[in-house]
Nanobody, 121 residues
Framework: QVHLVESGGGLVQTGGSLRLSCAAS????????MGWYRQAPGKQRELVAT???????NYRDSVKGRFTISRDNANNTVYLQMNSLKPEDTAVYYC???????????????WGQGTQVTVSS
């Protein structure tokens, strides 16, 4: 069994900051890409940022310069530092990992349960 456990969401005012964390646990052999996605009410889930095992990052345009993704490979953890938050950043944020376990035979997508981020105006 693989689990992705997120933490760090909450309520913050416009211009504030939050840091999300996501720890992957289980019989993990290797993690390729880790990332954060978000889904606002009535909207589709969208990519926020991803990071490869080598540290290559990718961001959606609307968060560039405000959000920073990082990861701790030794602890199978990914972070999302969110600064200068705006009301339009309000959503449930989901952690994602493309990983292989010792018994999976290949890489599969895993998701966390989601953490709510609310930015008040």
């Amino acid at each position: 069994q693989v689990h992705l456990v997120e933490s760090g969401g909450g309520l913050v005012q416009t211009g504030g900051s939050l840091r999300l964390s996501c720890a992957a646990s289980g019989r993990i052999f290797s993690i390729n890409v880790m990332g954060w996605y978000r889904q606002a009410p009535g909207k589709q889930r969208e990519l926020v940022a991803t990071i490869t095992s080598g540290g290559y990052t990718n961001y959606r345009d609307s968060v560039k310069g405000r959000f920073t993704i990082s990861r701790d490979n030794a602890n199978n953890t990914v972070y999302l530092q969110m600064n200068s938050l705006k009301p339009e950043d309000t959503a449930v944020y989901y952690c994602n990992a493309d990983l292989a376990t010792y018994y999976s035979g290949g890489y599969l997508d895993y998701w966390g349960q989601g953490t709510q981020v609310t930015v008040s105006s």
